[in-house]
């Protein structure tokens, strides 16, 4: 199950990243060629809450990667800045979409948190 659980959150990362695009040319990029980066969880606990925390900074820290990375590749092709908002954005769906793929219960309310508690929406 953890090897499935790398899979996926690699997975997923690279999913929502494809799909929020700054131009054409990003757009043109397929599942195979996005970006991503594999999480480590096979020394963690999908039962324990503080594995779980760790999981999901895991998971946001390779979003964060992922997503800054591509703001740089788009810097480096156009020398234009992303659009404001765009890495905070990018991260936020690949998060959203990591944890959705991995189907845990306790990682999604972990998550529906941690977004309510960045968004103010206590």
């Not at 999901?56 to 992303?82: I, L, M």
């Not at 690949?94 to 309310?109: F, T």
Request: net charge positive.
């Amino acid at each position: 199950m953890t090897n499935r659980i790398k899979w996926i959150s690699s997975l997923a990362v690279a999913t929502a990243v494809s799909l929020v695009s700054f131009s054409s040319s990003a757009a043109e990029l397929s599942n195979a060629d996005a970006p991503s980066k594999t999480v480590k969880a096979w020394d963690l606990d999908m039962t324990n809450p503080e594995d779980l925390q760790t999981l999901y900074a895991r998971v946001q820290e390779a979003a964060s990667d992922v997503c800054k990375g591509e703001a740089k590749r788009y810097y480096r092709t156009t020398r234009r800045q992303a659009p404001l908002g765009w890495t905070a954005q990018c991260t936020k769906e690949a998060m959203d979409g990591a944890v959705s793929e991995i189907a845990n219960p306790r990682l999604a309310a972990l998550h529906t948190r941690a977004s309510r508690e960045t968004t103010g929406l206590l």
